[in-house]
């Protein structure tokens, strides 16, 4: 997986958030080589992941808290974690644009 400074990791089923936490790394790589702020803010920012069972994102939360202070060495805040228990596909019916960083879903 190629990650470019300014993408969005976007996982819509994410369970314990393997996926998000393996992204991490190469995503905070991503900005570091591009000379951008790679503060847990920042990263957090940039992980996004929903599921519909609350214990599996309450893991994936706390999964992706400790992967982003591994990556830059301060933990988020939780309001930070956009990590949410939700249905990506009620969503996807009831779509709006809406921004994730400079993306536009």
Do not use: N, Y
Not at 2 to 16: A, F, K, M
Not at 66 to 92: H, K
Request: proline share 6%; with cysteine.
């Amino acid at each position: 997986l190629e990650l470019g400074p300014r993408d969005v990791v976007v996982d819509p089923s994410c369970g314990d958030g393997a996926f998000l936490t393996s992204a991490a790394p190469l995503l905070a790589a991503a900005k570091r080589g591009a000379g951008e702020a790679c503060g847990a803010r920042e990263l957090a920012s940039s992980l996004v992941g929903f599921d519909t069972h609350e214990e599996a994102v309450r893991q994936a939360r706390e999964r992706l808290s400790m992967a982003i202070r591994q990556c830059c060495g301060e933990t988020p805040e939780p309001s930070w974690l956009r990590v949410e228990t939700a249905d990506f596909l009620d969503l996807a019916r009831e779509w709006r644009p809406m921004s994730l960083g400079s993306h536009r879903l």
